[in-house]
């Protein structure tokens, strides 16, 4: 079993900063994918940003220059910086991450339960 929490979310103004984190624990060989998504009221889950073991990026256009993804291997953990929110960014964020368990399984595709983002006007 391999679970994901998240944590960091909050109300914060218009500019301001939060650090999404999200920590994988559980019966885990080895981590691919790690990466975050959102999904706001009323619309459909979109991808924020994603990263690869090896440190590869992809970000929505959206958000690019405004957020930075990262993890850390070691602690099987990824995190995401978001400055400069806008109102638009309010969402509830979920971490999803692709994890082996054994060498003889397949790769899982793990969810969080999500953390809330509000951004206010």
């Known amino acids: 079993q391999v679970q994901l929490v998240e944590s960091g979310g909050g109300l914060v103004q218009a500019g301001g900063s939060l650090r999404l984190s999200c920590a994988a624990s559980?019966?885990?060989?080895?981590?691919?994918?790690m990466g975050w998504y959102r999904q706001a009221p009323g619309k459909q889950r979109e991808l924020v940003a994603r990263?690869?073991?090896?440190?590869?990026?992809n970000y929505a256009d959206s958000v690019k220059g405004r957020f930075t993804i990262s993890r850390d291997n070691a602690k099987n953990t990824v995190y995401l910086q978001m400055n400069s929110l806008k109102p638009e960014d309010t969402a509830l964020y979920y971490c999803?991450?692709?994890?082996?368990?054994?060498?003889?399984?397949?790769?899982?595709?793990?969810w969080g339960q999500g953390t809330q983002v509000t951004v206010s006007s």
């Open positions: 990263i690869r073991s090896a440190g590869n990026t």
């Open positions: 559980g019966s885990i060989f080895s981590i691919n994918d």
């Open positions: 999803k991450a692709q994890v082996l368990t054994s060498l003889r399984s397949g790769w899982l595709e793990v």
